[in-house]
């Protein structure tokens, strides 16, 4: 069995990739894949924390398309990611993973909010951590919470499981000629404006130097592969 190249890693999985073939709401199929891969993360002693997205339920500002306030659109959006953030763990908790939910928005009733030192101290002891809300505030996306609590966990990398198995050149979709990269620079990627992250997580990842690997979730085993060093999708580093 291969062995992982990672100790610590931070998984963002985009509310889109939840919702599978569906595209919006949830696909409990896919979810069911997404946390047997988890298990076999942690089985194999690496701590795993995950934030979720929220695009399948609601985009924020997108979604509001300007007849709402940015920041209110910004805080159902926040609540979106809670949503598929305790989907996740339920599911999780179906599969015996030991998982706990922290959110940057307090809301006890549901979920803890989130403490550094405790969710470290849930990573040690062998838990799935899930973050949700985002980073708690309005203008900020989930891939910037992303690299953002990678940072504060000491992650080793981050995980980006989305809809596109790399970063390319242009929009493989719209430009046939459009060419995947195996490995860029943070540099390259806010040079040429390519869709990775937002320039925030971007830049945040470089500053705080954390590789950043994204891949196509729709093969749930791309993460078992990523975290062995196989080479999938496309590395962003220094």
Same mark, same amino acid.
């Given at each position: 069995m291969a062995k992982p190249v990672y100790k610590r890693v931070l998984l963002k999985i985009s509310g889109e990739a939840l919702a599978g073939d569906k595209h919006t709401g949830l696909d409990f199929e896919m979810i069911g894949s997404v946390c047997d891969v988890i298990k076999e993360c942690l089985d194999m002693g690496v701590q795993v924390g995950l934030v979720v997205g929220g695009g399948n339920f609601w985009r924020g500002a997108k979604n509001s398309?300007?007849?709402?306030e940015r920041t209110r659109a910004d805080h159902m959006g926040m609540l979106a990611t809670v949503m598929n953030a305790l989907a996740v763990a339920d599911v999780c908790e179906q599969?015996?993973? &030991?998982?706990?939910?922290?959110? @940057? +928005?307090?809301?006890?009733?549901?979920?803890? &909010?989130?403490?550094?030192?405790? @969710? +470290?101290?849930?990573?040690?002891?062998?838990?799935a951590v899930i973050f949700g809300a985002g980073t708690g505030n309005p203008y900020f996306s989930t891939d910037t919470a992303a690299v953002l609590r990678a940072a504060e966990i000491n992650a080793d990398v981050i995980l980006l499981a989305k809809n596109v198995d790399g970063v390319y050149s242009a929009d493989p979709a719209k430009d046939p000629n459009a060419v995947k990269y195996d490995v860029i620079t943070y540099d390259d990627v806010l040079a040429q404006h390519l869709a990775v992250m937002d320039s925030t997580a971007t830049s945040l990842s470089m500053d705080n130097h954390i590789p950043v690997l994204l891949f196509a979730l729709k093969d749930p085993r791309n993460i078992i592969r990523a975290l062995c060093g196989e080479n999938v999708g496309t590395i962003v580093r220094e």
């Open positions: 398309g300007g007849a709402m599969k015996g993973i &030991p998982v706990r939910v922290q959110t @940057a +928005i307090e809301m006890r009733a549901i979920a803890e &909010p989130y403490i550094r030192s405790r @969710a +470290i101290r849930h990573l040690e002891k062998g838990r």
